[in-house]
């Protein structure tokens, strides 16, 4: 073996998880349009009282994608119920907001979900009224999200725009992981769900 070859794969690795995960943040989207706006950021697993390190960047990628200059009908939505045991993730996303990075926008609490399905069946009434709907988390997972509300809300899948969860450099070490594991869980989804 030639003493370029491991080092080729790993960046080539690093290279495919970076393509996948961008791609996946692009998919199921249309035209940033319209005014008011709803950035639901799902939860992860959270077994204790602190927050825990996904869920502290889902909270600021969901940050970044309410943008700049948002009105004051724009609405940061947590959604995520007490998967792991004692509070539910929704809440514990929302105090981290408020406290550690000070958002002093409009938030709204679902806190009863345990799985994506019922994440988003139970934001669904909580989006009617927003023009544009972003829903952050790592690209594969809220490609799974935006998918599961095209085949809930067909009307309402066409107001899903691209939240801020890609930026070309970040957690790119883990990437390939995230990607890896992006393509187990969205085995579940068609072609076209993955591709539109």
């Not at 349009?33 to 950021?41: H, I, K, P, Q």
């Not at 725009?161 to 992006?182: H, I, N, Q, S």
């Amino acid at each position: 073996m030639r003493a370029w070859t491991l080092p080729a794969a790993g960046i080539a690795l690093l290279v495919w998880g970076e393509w996948l995960n961008r791609r996946w943040s692009r998919t199921v989207v249309k035209a940033d349009l319209g005014d008011s706006r709803a950035v639901v950021v799902l939860g992860y697993r959270n077994p204790s009282e602190s927050i825990n390190l996904i869920n502290r960047w889902r909270v600021r990628a969901g940050l970044r994608s309410v943008g700049t200059g948002a009105g004051s009908d724009t609405v940061v939505v947590f959604s995520g119920g007490s998967v792991g045991g004692g509070t539910a993730e929704a809440r514990l996303m929302a105090a981290y907001a408020r406290s550690a990075l000070h958002f002093e926008g409009r938030i709204l609490i679902e806190d009863q979900s345990r799985t994506t399905w019922e994440n988003i069946t139970n934001v669904l009434p909580l989006l009617e009224d927003a023009q544009r709907i972003a829903i952050a988390s790592q690209p594969a997972h809220a490609l799974k999200a935006r998918a599961y509300l095209r085949r809930q809300r067909p009307d309402l899948a066409d107001r899903l725009v691209r939240a801020d969860d890609y930026r070309p450099g970040e957690w790119t070490l883990l990437k390939p992981l995230l990607a890896a594991y992006g393509l187990w869980t969205l085995r579940g989804l068609t072609g076209a769900e993955r591709r539109q």
